[in-house]
């Protein structure tokens, strides 16, 4: 898998050198806690009776509900290539969102969130499966443990390569993101 991996690194660097080194150049800035609140707290784009809402895990697999919920994409979150680590550097970052998180359980102590990890389509698609998974509970791991976010607050969920913003085979760092989605009304 690594071989593969790395040939089509190599490749994508050397068919597309501009975009390759554009990547490197261009972090994605990180959002404020205002703008997290702010879109998490917005308005769902479907309402759902109280008789029709759903599990947890019927939410996860229904991507009609998923785009209804109120989201924010964070892609500044620098994970190692193949790693589900959080760096120590990343954490002011976390802190972010860990700000955002606490004042609207704070205002809406039932809120719920969902935490979806996604990957780039470099790697086989079980592989990023399991690292979308991975990279979600991480997140996760860190605002409970390091920012004292309830842990009932907070669900996981990895999409693995499945819902690409940037349609390619090669690396792209827009499609290396967690996604955060107020899920409270839409589940029972």
Known sequence: MFRRTFIAAMAAAIAFPAVTSAQSISAPEMPSAERILRQLEAEPRTRVDPQRRVTVQEFKRRSDLRRAAPSIDIQSINFAFGSAEIPYSQYRKVEQIANA????LDRRPRSRV????????????????ILSERRAEALKRVLVREFGIRSSALETVGYGEEYLLVQ???????????TLRNVGSFLR
């Open 101 to 104: 998180l606490n004042r609207m």
């Open 114 to 129: 969902l935490i979806e990890g996604h990957t780039d389509a470099v790697g086989s698609a079980y592989s990023n499966q």
């Open 168 to 178: 390619t085979p090669y690396e792209e760092w827009q499609n290396r993101r967690v």
